[in-house]
């Protein structure tokens, strides 16, 4: 493995940044620390740089053991949100600085950088200033500092979080392209779910400075490990409810709970894409009407009003919405496909119940 933290801490005063965090990564994966602001990531790649000190647990970078480390022996490329360049040196003395605190030789370090510069697409912009690039491209030039010394690991803090919406989808695909070229053992830091399902290969979710979830995003968008998770990664219909003999209900809906307790209260979550709609009364089992049709591009979002008054969303490509000749106002049938029984801190899943969760029900299946 190239990084693991084994029940990290770190308190600031009497606040608890981070609580007991575990997580491993291995060696030349792309890893995501996603989570709301003032969950501890950012602090949690800190300590990982060794900008700031764990209060307890330890940080183990490539077998090594890095608490008592300074930031200059971990080895460690770090790029700030800011980006952080020297605004008095060029695009080349930028990228050279790193390489001149470790005393390259000057052909060595000549060399390095002309390989960055062609690397990263910045030939030709050498002599410039930080104040004369495009936010693009000094993101690229802070990248190309970072990882000239040759780091074994890079670690990066909103890398995109300080340009506009194209210019940051452009970056997300040349990091993708970058780190596939380079393999180098990336973290980054960032609030943006979709950001983080489509760069990372692993995405680590922190609330409240405890790590809720790891895993592939896949994992954690069909198998959420709880609440948060679920209404963190995507958007999902969160719907609380009350066992009665072994089913749970809320207004006509009603989904299967065999392992839970007469009475007791859960969480069910199900994502929009698992509504099925027709226009065809007869063919599902729930009535409702079609409320509202929100164009998302490819994509539609829709509101269903069951009888109950209870609002349901659901997701469908505008193709099919089209096939089915669905309108606002007009009442349909649906059925749910997926669906989830949802962990909360007041209410753990005990193990037999988690099992039987494990996965979702196929596709498919009425409910």
Not at 45 to 73: F, H, K, Y
Not at 78 to 103: D, E, H, P, W
Not at 263 to 276: E, H, K, M, N, T
Request: glycine share 8%; hydrophobic share 45%; with cysteine.
């Amino acid at each position: 493995m190239s990084i693991a933290l084994r029940q990290v801490s770190k308190r600031f005063g009497g606040v608890a940044a981070v609580k007991e965090v575990s997580f491993t990564v291995n060696e030349g994966e792309l890893v995501a620390l996603l989570g709301p602001s003032g969950c501890g990531k950012t602090t949690v790649l800190r300590m990982i740089a060794g900008l700031e000190l764990p209060t307890a647990g330890d940080i183990w970078v490539r077998g090594q053991r890095v608490n008592d480390l300074s930031v200059r022996q971990r080895n460690i490329g770090f790029v700030f949100q800011s980006y952080a360049l020297f605004k008095n040196m060029t695009v080349f003395r930028n990228i050279a600085f790193g390489l001149k605190v470790k005393k390259w030789k000057p052909a060595d370090l000549r060399q390095r950088v002309t390989e960055m510069l062609q690397l990263f697409g910045l030939e030709g912009l050498e002599h410039r200033y930080p104040h004369q690039l495009s936010g693009g491209q000094r993101q690229r030039v802070a990248i190309a500092r970072a990882l000239a010394p040759k780091p074994g690991v890079l670690l990066l803090d909103e890398p995109f979080g300080a340009v506009d919406a194209k210019i940051r989808q452009e970056l997300r695909e040349w990091l993708v392209r970058l780190h596939h070229d380079l393999n180098v053992t990336t973290l980054f830091v960032t609030h943006d779910q979709e950001e983080a399902m489509e760069v990372a290969s692993r995405i680590v979710i922190f609330s409240g400075g405890r790590l809720e979830q790891m895993g592939t995003p896949r994992e954690v968008y069909e198998a959420p490990a709880n609440e948060f998770v679920a209404r963190f990664i995507g958007v999902m219909n969160v719907l609380e409810m009350e066992v009665r003999g072994g089913v749970a209900r809320l207004g006509e809906l009603e989904f299967p709970a065999p392992h839970h307790a007469e009475s007791q209260r859960l969480r069910v979550g199900f994502r929009p894409y698992a509504v099925q709609i027709s226009p065809d009364l007869e063919q599902y089992r729930y009535p409702a009407v079609l409320r509202h049709t929100f164009f998302l591009g490819i994509m539609l979002r829709l509101e269903l009003e069951l009888p109950s008054g209870l609002t349901v969303r659901a997701r469908m490509t505008k193709e099919e919405y089209a096939h089915l000749g669905l309108e606002d106002g007009r009442p349909v049938s649906f059925q749910i496909r997926q669906y989830r029984v949802l962990a909360t801190e007041t209410a753990p899943l005990t193990p037999e119940v988690a099992a039987s969760y494990a996965a979702p029900p196929t596709f498919g299946e009425h409910i």
